[in-house]
């Protein structure tokens, strides 16, 4: 299979006019017919030794033309308009392929002229075909069930950094009966209302889109307008083209004309494939820029078919489980026991530290847990205590509000660990970090998770900033449904992680695990002048 490079190349930009037709250049009325349309054509990285640009398909046009107010692109019958004359064509085709793409000049009153260009692309991708396989698996929907499945961020940035819906929260919005289907033949379906269907095939239907922006569809009605957003918009299903392209070496699903997904948000209808191998079975997450380049929105979609009632989702604001720490003293041997000694490898990441039981080490003072590293005998000493065979949990809401140790090689932990870790092992049980701090990488916080095939090195891994992490108190939490897992600071959710049933994260138990580690794989290098520091925890709570 070929890859692209992620090659910039010099862009060769040029003129092309191999065709062109044009309504009388004269006056009717106060009708002007535009002339003199100019068309340049940039093939991204084409230079004299490579005329057909840097294989990733990408080309640029620029139209302009006297008397025009809009322009319209027409590329295999597809129509797209473009106030501004500018448009980007991402294709596909595999090889040197010849593309016609027609440029209609609009006047007053509708008025038209046109012209033709042709051009020449080199495109290196070839889609893989586990990819194509999967898109083609249909049909696909806005998984509704799962926390995130709808969000906004910044242009170019995380997933859903300024709103993460909660699941079913646009349940009246007219998106979750929205089908989409990639066919194998390159068309794409987009079923507006898959309930009214049976027993007669009924097109009619509604979807979701953005304020302005969803006038662009040309619908027969004009929805709710709800803030920014408008709700029920009338529009039938209707069919589109496909194609996956990847430009710089990211992965784009190109839907031609007024195709969309979810929410209507205009723009180049171009929607990244992010991260789609490390993506659940069955699942995508997709990105697309407005037409304003004001947000990315965000979606999940699924093949699987909708949730019928089984699953288990948030919020959980029912406190099943906790311990305040308000009694002075060992921690309470209710809810706690003890990790002791060195462990085999030191607990497996080349930790420096042996685990105790000593109240130098664990203690409950002044209302909060304190876990205290300390260098001493030639060695380092510490705690780790957990919930094992005392209190496991299925589900909920962890939150733990802690201050973390300071000193280069510390590496504190708040995590949870899979019950069954000693019928199957690591990291068939499965773990979830909740927190992970090291000394040497101060203000730096991060979750993760552990599982076969994305362990040690290679677990789904987040970091985020925390200003005062060792100087001030935050809530670490996570929240944890049958399909989804999401890692939370001070209540803004920083990283999500979706899951299908056969993931050890679904249906089994898992306890609670508080420690302290020195060096190690992630703690690194120990400060020589290191003596010792505390991890304090004011409360642990479990909600389901």
């Not at 953005?210 to 009338?234: F, H, K, M, Q, W």
């Not at 195709?259 to 191998?277: Q, V």
Request: charged share 15%; hydrophobic share 35%.
């Amino acid at each position: 299979m070929k890859k692209l490079k992620n090659n910039v190349g010099i862009f060769l930009v040029f003129t092309l006019f191999l065709g062109s037709c044009q309504e009388d250049d004269a006056t009717v009325g106060e009708l002007i017919a535009p002339s003199n349309i100019q068309v340049t054509v940039d093939i991204v990285g084409a230079d004299t030794n490579n005329p057909n640009g840097d294989g990733s398909g990408t080309v640029n046009f620029s139209a302009t033309a006297d008397n025009a107010i809009t322009y319209t692109f027409v590329f295999n019958g597809n129509e797209e308009v473009s106030q501004s004359g500018n448009k980007t064509y991402d294709f596909s085709n595999t090889g040197v392929s010849t593309y016609t793409i027609t440029v209609i000049a609009i006047g007053t009153g509708g008025v038209s002229s046109s012209r033709s260009v042709e051009v020449e692309v080199l495109v290196l991708y070839e889609p893989p075909i586990e990819l194509i396989t999967l898109l083609t698996s249909g049909p696909w929907r806005i998984k509704s069930e799962a926390s995130g499945h709808f969000g906004l961020g910044p242009v170019g940035g995380d997933p859903v950094e300024f709103f993460s819906a909660p699941p079913f929260d646009k349940a009246d919005a007219g998106m979750y009966d929205d089908r989409y289907i990639f066919g194998a033949d390159g068309t794409f379906t987009h079923i507006t209302n898959s309930e009214n269907d049976d027993p007669i095939e009924d097109a009619s239907g509604t979807v979701f889109g953005r304020i302005n922006l969803v006038d662009e569809l040309g619908g027969t009605g004009s929805g709710t307008v709800d803030g920014a957003d408008v709700l029920n918009y009338p529009f039938s299903d209707y069919t589109e083209g496909w194609s996956v392209s990847a430009p710089g070496g990211i992965e784009i699903l190109n839907i031609t004309g007024i195709g969309f997904i979810g929410y209507y948000t205009g723009g180049n209808h171009r929607y990244e494939l992010y991260k789609y191998a490390e993506q659940p079975p069955n699942e995508l997450i997709v990105r697309t820029t407005d037409g304003n380049n004001e947000f990315d929105w965000w979606f999940i979609i699924t093949t699987e078919a909708p949730d019928t009632g089984n699953e288990v989702q948030p919020p959980f604001n029912n406190l099943i489980w906790s311990d305040e720490f308000d009694v002075d003293g060992a921690p309470n041997p209710s809810n706690w026991t003890y990790d002791l000694g060195t462990g085999t490898n030191g607990w497996g990441n080349n930790e420096a530290q042996s685990y105790t039981n000593d109240s130098s080490n664990v203690v409950v003072e002044g209302d909060v847990l304190k876990i205290t590293a300390k260098a001493e005998n030639n060695g380092y000493t510490s705690a780790r205590i957990k919930t094992q065979d005392l209190f496991e949990f299925t589900y909920g809401r962890v939150e733990v509000r802690a201050k973390l140790p300071i000193g280069g090689g510390t590496w504190p932990a708040i995590w949870i660990l899979g019950a069954n870790i000693p019928d199957v092992g690591w990291p068939d049980c499965g773990e979830i970090d909740v927190m992970e701090h090291v000394g040497n990488n101060q203000d730096v916080v991060s979750s993760a998770l552990h599982f076969p095939g994305n362990s040690g090195g290679n677990a789904i891994f987040k970091a985020t900033n925390v200003p005062g992490a060792s100087t001030d108190f935050h809530v670490y939490s996570v929240e944890w449904s049958s399909n989804q897992i999401v890692f939370s600071i001070d209540n803004v959710a920083y990283h999500t992680y979706s899951f299908t049933n056969n993931s050890p994260f679904y249906d089994k138990d898992f306890f609670l695990i508080l420690n302290v580690a020195m060096g190690g794989n992630l703690g690194g290098a120990i400060d020589s002048g290191f003596t010792e520091s505390t991890m304090e925890i004011d409360y642990v709570r479990v909600y389901q």
